[in-house]
């Protein structure tokens, strides 16, 4: 089914006529399009035409012998071809489209050629069904229940047929960039986001972080307790010891006292108690400990008040190993450290852990509009927030920076920058420089040096991305406007650096809320928007949006302490809706 002259997915429609092919396109085209679909039309007419008019300077022209005639204004331009000798073949018009402006190709006609092809068919009609001969049928519009195996699609439903095209457009083989191409189709998130993680390596080298640098540090081996924590049965409160076989007298001698870091020495008989505070171990024979609250001391004899509490045997005593045992797993290889992490470290006497090294970042910044902040602002050029945000980011992760500073717009500049971040970091990340119309100059220098995608995703905000390998080295070229970076970022970048860590099981939080207002979105695009979520007095998680959604407003980003995540199945989220929400909280 392939089409040798054409590099994009190329989609046709079959039908007899009076099905109503081109009002269905009429409709469908647009809402396409506003999914962020360039489309190039080809159409086969089975009369003689011409788009021309008789008088106009063109049309005389081409009746005077010219065979081809190419005219052009400032909004288009049109070439049209004499082929008196024969009609040309679908596979020679595709070669004609200038297909650096197209996402999808979509046909009307030539419906026996073999490329892919939707049917569309009205039960009124009553045709014979055009799929159970044409082996490149790939689905069904109709209005009716087919007898087959095709997916089957209400012919009545433009967003559903939308949809679908959405979806068969991601698993195309054509969808996909290749190294050495630039790809104006358009990647789904979680296409994107798999791509990227397959080609990240896992870490294989590390070393040994004494405790205190511990936190954020990703263990590279397993950690297994070398002793009992606690190490011995202690009291979990001050109080009086006793023996669980001896709780019905009226009244204990007080034997002695035991404070945290020190014991009693000698077992305790029955009629015996011990003075005893909060850590301090249980003297042998001894299993409960009564709260000082309930005692009454008389002299060097205590009683109990049961009226405050009936004792429990074994009440208030922890037993030794009760929280670890010797010889347990506590941690394993792949666990990112925490504060408490790095606390129980220290509780089962560890002053150090072997853990993979940190990974050192480059970033820069492009473009001759950027300056730096503290400098005098000056006309047409924005200061360089993009650079600052992301390195706070990898900070968060644990990142080592090689901040490379503003590039600018030169093919040497460029080339001298990547060439030090290749041979001195683990990672390379670069904003401003990777949509559509930037990406010809940029990737004759990535070109030179590694093989990079570059990527059109289907989100907001986002969109362009480059991902690829630098030598060895990954190289993320996020988009240029400051909330897009940080959406990308976090959609991205921030995986494939856990992964390039060695934190083998993290996934980012994922609630549902309801939303108090409608979320903007559309339809086969994965739509961000900034919001605000809280718990409303029934429990029940609520979100709104922080405001205007532009691209270039960082404030509605500092607000935010979620991201509302509407998938590409979804049309719109009215109030009252379920949406998903990113929690921001130690991810920014």
């Given at each position: 089914m392939s089409l040798s002259n054409c590099s994009l997915p190329v989609l046709g429609f079959a039908a007899f006529s009076g099905t109503g092919k081109t009002t269905l396109l009429e409709k469908l085209i647009p809402q396409l399009v506003e999914s962020g679909v360039r489309i190039a039309m080809v159409k086969h007419a089975h009369h003689e035409f011409d788009v021309d008019k008789p008088g106009k300077d063109s049309?005389?022209?081409?009746?005077?012998?010219?065979?081809?005639?190419?005219?052009?204004?400032?909004?288009?331009?049109?070439?049209?071809?004499?082929?008196?000798?024969?009609?040309?073949?679908?596979?020679?018009?595709?070669?004609?489209?200038?297909?650096?402006?197209?996402?999808?190709?979509?046909?009307?006609?030539?419906?026996?050629?073999?490329?892919?092809?939707?049917?569309?068919r009205r039960?009124?009609?009553?045709?014979?069904?055009?799929?159970?001969?044409?082996?490149?049928?790939?689905?069904?519009?109709?209005?009716?229940?087919?007898?087959?195996?095709l997916p089957t699609l209400d012919i009545n439903d433009v967003s559903a047929i939308c949809g679908f095209i959405l979806r068969w457009m991601e698993g195309h083989k054509a969808q996909t960039a290749t190294c050495d191409s630039l790809s104006p189709t358009m990647l789904s998130v979680d296409a994107g986001r798999a791509k990227i993680l397959t080609a990240i390596d896992e870490p294989t080298s590390s070393e040994v972080h004494p405790l205190e640098s511990l936190s954020g540090r990703v263990l590279s081996e397993d950690v297994?307790?070398?002793?009992?924590?606690?190490?011995?049965?202690?009291?979990?409160?001050d109080g009086f010891a006793i023996r669980s076989d001896d709780l019905e007298r009226d009244s204990y001698?007080?034997?002695?006292?035991?404070?945290?870091?020190?014991?009693?020495?000698?077992?305790?008989?029955?009629?015996?108690?011990?003075?005893?505070?909060?850590?301090?171990?249980?003297?042998?024979?001894?299993?409960?400990?009564?709260?000082?609250?309930?005692?009454?001391?008389?002299?060097?004899?205590?009683?109990?008040?049961?009226?405050?509490?009936?004792?429990?045997?074994?009440?208030?005593v922890r037993q030794a190993g009760?929280?670890?045992?010797?010889?347990?797993?506590?941690?394993?290889?792949?666990?990112?450290?925490?504060?408490?992490?790095?606390?129980?470290?220290?509780?089962?006497?560890?002053?150090?852990?072997?853990?993979?090294?940190?990974?050192?970042?480059?970033?820069?910044?492009?473009?001759?509009?950027v300056q730096a902040p503290g400098t005098l602002a000056k006309e047409s050029c924005i200061y360089d927030a993009n650079r600052f945000t992301v390195r706070s980011m990898l900070e968060n992760l644990g990142c080592r920076i090689l901040d490379l500073g503003i590039i600018e717009d030169s093919e040497q500049a460029l080339t001298n920058t990547l060439a030090t971040a290749m041979e001195k970091a683990d990672v390379v990340i670069s904003s401003g420089g990777v949509s559509v119309?930037?990406?010809?100059?940029?990737?004759?220098?990535?070109?030179?040096?590694?093989?990079?995608?570059?990527?059109?995703?289907?989100?907001?905000?986002?969109?362009?991305?480059?991902?690829?390998?630098?030598?060895n080295t990954p190289f993320f070229g996020l988009p240029g406007n400051p909330v897009a970076v940080m959406v990308t970022f976090l959609q991205f970048v921030e995986p494939a650096i856990r992964k390039m860590q060695g934190d083998a099981n993290w996934q980012p939080q994922l609630f549902s809320a309801v939303t108090q207002e409608k979320i903007?979105?559309?339809?086969?695009?994965?739509?961000?928007?900034?919001?605000?979520?809280?718990?409303?007095?029934?429990g029940q998680i609520e979100?709104?949006?922080?405001?205007?959604?532009?691209?270039?407003?960082?404030?509605?980003?500092?607000?935010?302490?979620?991201?509302?995540?509407?998938?590409?199945?979804?049309?719109?989220?009215?109030?009252?809706?379920?949406?998903?929400?990113?929690?921001?909280?130690?991810?920014?």
């Open positions: 049309y005389r022209l081409r009746k005077a012998g010219a065979s081809q005639m190419l005219i052009s204004s400032r909004n288009r331009n049109a070439l049209m071809t004499e082929t008196p000798e024969e009609e040309h073949t679908l596979n020679q018009l595709l070669s004609r489209l200038d297909q650096n402006r197209a996402d999808l190709v979509l046909v009307e006609g030539f419906k026996h050629e073999s490329f892919p092809k939707i049917e569309l039960d009124e009609l009553a045709k014979q069904w055009l799929h159970k001969e044409d082996k490149n049928i790939i689905a069904i519009a109709c209005d009716s229940h087919p007898d087959s195996d297994i307790a070398p002793v009992n924590v606690p190490s011995s049965t202690n009291s979990a409160m001698q007080i034997v002695g006292e035991i404070y945290a870091g020190h014991g009693l020495g000698i077992p305790l008989q029955k009629g015996e108690c011990v003075r005893i505070m909060t850590g301090a171990p249980v003297p042998e024979g001894a299993d409960t400990v009564v709260m000082r609250e309930q005692a009454a001391m008389d002299g060097d004899l205590v009683m109990f008040d049961t009226r405050k509490g009936a004792i429990r045997p074994g009440q208030n009760e929280d670890l045992k010797k010889g347990a797993a506590v941690f394993n290889a792949g666990t990112r450290l925490n504060a408490a992490s790095v606390g129980m470290m220290a509780s089962l006497g560890f002053n150090q852990a072997k853990c993979y090294k940190p990974l050192t970042a480059a970033l820069f910044s492009t473009g001759d509009e119309g930037d990406a010809d100059y940029i990737k004759n220098v990535l070109d030179a040096l590694g093989d990079i995608n570059f990527w059109r995703v289907n989100m907001r905000p986002g969109r362009p991305l480059a991902f690829g390998k630098l030598g903007r979105s559309r339809l086969g695009r994965t739509e961000y928007t900034r919001g605000i979520y809280s718990i409303s007095a029934n979100v709104r949006s922080t405001g205007s959604q532009g691209s270039g407003i960082l404030r509605s980003m500092h607000e935010a302490n979620c991201l509302i995540e509407v998938s590409p199945e979804v049309e719109s989220a009215e109030v009252g809706d379920r949406v998903s929400i990113i929690p921001l909280v130690s991810r920014l």
